[in-house]
């Protein structure tokens, strides 16, 4: 038998969309309990703690833990990291951008999300404006990659309205190295989400389809390191950069975004888009 008929197709059933409605509702309160608390002061690890509280709360639990070696809720990147940085008991401060990534998992099925705050530092002007810029074109990336996801034929169309945004209306740039992915039964799943325009379409957007769309936006150039501690991700200039992520789900009524609390209508309807609940 072919290794092609063996490969689980990366669309899900109706029933199976059902069940990923509460992990990502678990993941979306964790997100807006962190973004209830997050101020200069609060430390990541507090953050985690509260992020963790608000997952189990509902039932479910962090699956960021069950990956192999990471003990933590959440990822919290700060300044020049970029991803998987472990949370710390600095107090945030005053001038920092932060990106807070958290996911859930509820009877086997994953919730991923992020979103990223940016401090204002009244004694920085020019650092205030330019974290909550690079805040705001990153959230509007997400939401520019989400609205065409609705209208789609193909996947690949996210990555050119995600970086067709960006280019836009900054200067920033576009990691290439890190990407979204299909959410399911594994946190992290086929098909990849670009986030630039590829030479493939990839895979038909069509019902069954459930992806995490995660522009990661830098101020200065899109090369990356790994630390020392081989978990944290930064920017190899030491620019600043920021995170936005939503597990979103294709359905037969149009699109929800599984780890918003309500489905993406804020953030879609500017783009003319209405999420539908998954029936
Ligand atoms: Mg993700």
Known sequence: MSRGLLRRSIYKSPAQLRLMVAPGAATGAALTAMKAAVRPGITTLELDAIAEEAIRSRGAEPNFMLEPGYRHTICANVNE?????????????????????????????????????????????????????????????MWRGIARLATASHLNEVGEAVSGYVRANSDFGVLEDYIGHGIGRKMHEDPPVFNVPVSRRGPEVKPGLVVAIEPIISAGGIDTIVQDDDWTVSMADGSLSAQWEHSVAVHADGIWVLTAPDGGAAGLAPLGITPIPIP
């Open 81 to 141: 990291h970029v991803v998987h940085a472990i949370p710390t008991d600095r107090p945030l401060e005053p001038g920092d951008i932060v990106a807070l990534d958290a996911g859930a998992i509820v009877g086997g099925w994953n919730g991923d999300a992020a979103f990223t705050v940016a401090l204002p530092d009244p004694a920085r002007p020019e650092r205030t404006e330019l974290i909550q810029k690079l805040d705001h074109i990153t959230e509007q990336a």
